[in-house]
């Protein structure tokens, strides 16, 4: 009888030290992880960005934009270069690519030659209309959103292009 | 299956006979709560370590940015403040250090063979003051600032090494930079807690090798450290836990204004563990001041650390031991009193006291507006829209405007109030935002009146006004309430050639301005 008592002491004794450990360590670590996880609360759309003059612009005739940008970086804002592949597609109809090559972001640049986008890393090319033409490329280039606003050009958010 | 992966690991590592070796130590049946507060200090320790990795992935560590990115932490990241807090309040895990020792001493567990453990044990209580001092800059706010810039003063002035100890702080001047920040942010995070880790190792380590200090007579055979003893721990650390958590989520920890070397307005005042020795320093003027900076506390270390030597007796029994027992007595009553003196001198100023009176009267608007059905203003206050203590508000102030305009335009305030609105609203930190909920509602009224009667084309308020008339800071310190009240009505008569014209208020009104005038300080 004494020994069981005994034993029945100890296992309380050890279930309660694991039960008050587990809630020590759900009440640091799922604090933690929404903290690592769950990104920053603020979320600032960014301004539409004067980047080209639409007279300037040939058709069809991809054109490097290198323009300046304020970004939210964490706890900063930063003004930082930020480039953009523009291509006027009609009178007054104009479509910006990101250089980001969708496979593993390098900088993809014009080929006049075969008139493709290519990126030096992995050979991945682009047709001036954004898609996949050959390499390991997952996806479209992603495009910037464009207004145009009598001969200026705007660009706003860069938009992720759909699979495929 | 788990047996198997445990007689592997054994097998291979002898990890699971090392930790049953730890578990199942003997320890006297005599010991029980009383000896839970190492196990707590410890886990403090490790609190610090957890919550003091996780601020540093988010953390900037030079100036402004530091304090930028803690800004970041508070009012941008999910459980930010939570982590602050607990990093925060688990800083004063000194007191269970404290409580420790207190409890070793009362004991005699210090005496042989058990002097090398105790020396340690002093050793790291300094290392966790020395956590305190350089963990006290990293904010980089005001009160991190000026509390640093102190200490860096009273160090300076030690004889022969001061300027040594100075450069050593990164410092030439006594003044502090990026260099100082640098210094202390090192010593922080990459020599301190190593440091401390081994030491904490080698005092377990000492503890083990000499065994947990018996009663003077032990009747009882020994009993097994698991689970008996570390469960009573664990109760103890889960209290402790409790107790911190508790502190983190309720009580807010400000994030003040960035640190300004130029600001003359700010008191600095150490970590309330240390005002002891703040408040001491007061008793010891010009030459006889490093008697209160550097000999007491060198003595008071010295003396603890030597304690084992000095007390050679082998009586363990408290009632033998009487003037051990008055020196204890002796210390806490100084450090009390000490403690609370200091606490008393400490000027308390409302965070409204530093508003402008347009700042004040948009805490009315805020209230008029009945902006707190939406937003919480104190921490916890859940309701439907963000808590205002809890963020920092970015939007720009037409978008504010707006959004007053559709959520609160039908409460008879004016688009100026707004606008007034929107710009308090931006400037809202850490430590203002608890105006709108404590600052008294006739002084708030006494601000829209003030608002109201353009005072402030002619009277300035914390700076900002005109400058034709006195400014108003401290007026109820020059002049009592008989004298304004008269005033207010034929300033001439009171003030002859006076150019204010007179103000009949109503009694209410009048008693909100003579309430607003007479929180007012200079």
Redesign the interface.
């Known amino acids: 009888m004494a020994e069981e008592t005994l034993e029945k002491r100890r296992g309380f004794l050890v279930g309660s030290i694991a039960a008050m450990m587990g809630t020590i360590s759900a009440a640091l670590g799922l604090p933690a992880l929404g903290y690592l996880l769950v990104p920053g609360r603020e979320k600032k759309k960014s301004d539409w960005i004067e980047a080209a003059d639409l007279t300037k612009l040939m058709v069809n005739q991809p054109e490097q934009i290198i323009f300046n940008r304020v970004r939210r970086d964490g706890w900063k804002l930063v003004t930082e270069k930020a480039a953009a592949w523009v291509v006027k597609t009609g009178e007054s109809q104009v479509v910006a690519f990101s250089p980001v090559c969708t496979h593993l972001g390098c900088a993809v640049s014009w080929n006049t030659g075969d008139k493709t986008f290519v990126c030096p890393c992995h050979t991945s090319s682009f047709s001036p209309d954004g898609k996949v033409v050959a390499g390991p490329a997952p996806r479209a280039l992603d495009r910037f959103d464009v207004r145009v606003d009598g001969i200026k050009v705007l660009l706003g958010d860069v938009k992720q292009s759909a699979e495929g | 299956m788990i047996n198997s992966v445990l007689d592997w690991v054994e097998d291979r590592t002898g990890a699971v006979s090392g930790v049953k070796h730890f578990l199942y130590e003997d320890i006297p049946a005599s010991s029980g709560w009383h000896q839970v507060l190492g196990s707590v200090a410890m886990f403090c320790f490790l ?1 610090q370590v ?2 003091g990795i ?1 601020l540093a ?2 953390y ?1 560590p030079t100036p402004p ?1 530091a304090h ?2 803690l ?2 932490i508070l ?6 403040r ?2 602050r807090g ?1 990093h925060h309040w688990g800083a004063s895990m000194i007191v269970v250090v404290g409580m420790h020792l207190l409890q070793t001493f009362l004991w005699g567990a210090y005496k042989k063979p058990r002097e090398a453990t105790w020396m340690l044990g002093v050793i790291l209580l300094l290392l966790t003051l020395g956590f305190g001092l350089t963990g006290y800059l990293l904010p980089w706010d005001n009160r991190a600032y000026w509390g640093t810039v102190v200490t860096t003063q009273i160090t300076a002035k030690a004889p022969i090494a001061g300027p040594y100890i100075l450069r050593l702080m990164g410092s030439e001047d006594g003044n502090i930079g990026v260099q100082t920040f640098a210094r202390f942010y090192g010593a922080h995070v990459l020599l301190l807690p190593p440091l401390m880790m081994m030491l904490i190792g080698l005092h377990v380590f000492l503890v083990r090798k000499h065994g947990v200090a018996p009663a003077p007579v032990e009747t009882e055979p020994k009993k097994k450290f698991f ?2 003893q ?2 009573k721990d ?2 103890a ?2 209290i402790m ?1 409790s107790i911190l ?1 508790a502190l983190a989520t309720m009580v807010r920890v400000p994030l003040g204004k960035i640190a300004d070397p130029t600001d003359t307005t700010y008191i600095p005042r150490p970590e309330w563990y240390f005002l002891f020795l703040f408040q001491l320093l007061k008793f010891f003027e010009g030459p006889l001041e490093i008697i209160g900076s550097m000999v007491l506390p060198g003595v008071a270390v010295g003396l603890l650390f030597a304690t084992p030597f000095i007390d050679r007796g082998a009586a363990i029994k408290l009632r033998q031991r009487t003037f051990a027992f008055g020196i204890v007595l002796f210390a806490a009553i100084g450090w009390g009193s000490l403690t609370f003196a200091a606490m008393r001198s400490t000027p308390h100023k409302e965070p409204y006291q530093s508003f402008t009176a347009e700042e004040v009267a948009a805490v009315g608007s805020f209230r008029q507006g009945q902006c707190w059905q939406c937003h919480g203003v104190t921490p916890g206050d859940m309701k439907a829209g963000p808590n205002l203590a809890d ?1 920092a508000v ?1 939007e720009e102030r037409d978008a504010l405007v707006a959004h007053f305009q559709k959520n609160a335009g039908n409460r008879g305030l004016k688009d100026l109030q707004f606008r007034q609105l929107a710009t308090f609203m931006r400037k809202l930190d850490d430590e203002s935002v608890v105006a709108i909920a404590s600052t008294p509602i006739n002084v708030v009224s006494g601000a829209q009146l003030y608002m109201k009667n353009n005072c402030g084309v002619c009277h300035s308020i914390n700076s900002a006004g005109g400058k034709s008339g006195p400014p108003l800071n401290g007026v109820a310190k020059r002049r009592d309430r008989t004298w304004l009240e008269g005033h207010f009505g034929d300033p001439q008569k009171f003030s002859p050639g006076s150019m204010m014209p007179a103000y009949k208020f109503e009694r209410a009104d009048m008693d909100s301005m003579l309430a607003y005038m007479e929180t007012l300080k200079d």
């Open positions: 609190v957890v919550t996780l992935l988010n900037a940015d930028a990115s800004r970041f009012t941008e990241l999910t459980s930010g939570l982590i607990l689970p008996g570390v469960f664990t109760v650390i889960f836990f958590f963020i970015h």
